[in-house]
């Protein structure tokens, strides 16, 4: 399963950014890897930079399914990094959710 991460140019760290999606996501779909092609993060602050207040961070993740459409979810933090998280989790459950209802196994019931 491929990991891509795309970011906003004013985020920084998209290295060790990568790095660490990467590791979450291999954590969290690596069971179903046989099924997942690839999985892109888009990064991005959300808000005005020029505000007193830090703008939140969105992170929106697309798993791309074998023979099925994407799955897309979407999660805003206050943090890059609570985003990610937050969103491999919603990612792993709407992945095994789509995966379970196409699993021929259960249509024999």
Known sequence: MQV???TDPQLD??????EHLDTIVQE????FD???TRVEAHLAEVGDHASATPGDITCT???RLVGLTPVVVKD???TAHQAMHNAVGKLKRAVGTVLAK???R???K
Not at 13 to 18: D, E, F, Q, S, T
Not at 28 to 31: M, N
């Open 106 to 108: 259960l249509d024999n």
């Open 34 to 36: 046989e099924q997942i």
């Open 4 to 6: 891509l991460l795309n």
């Open 28 to 31: 969290a779909l690596g069971r």
């Open 13 to 18: 760290g998209r290295h060790k950014m990568a």
């Open 102 to 104: 196409h699993d021929t």
């Open 61 to 63: 993740l697309e798993a």
């Open 76 to 78: 805003h933090a206050s």
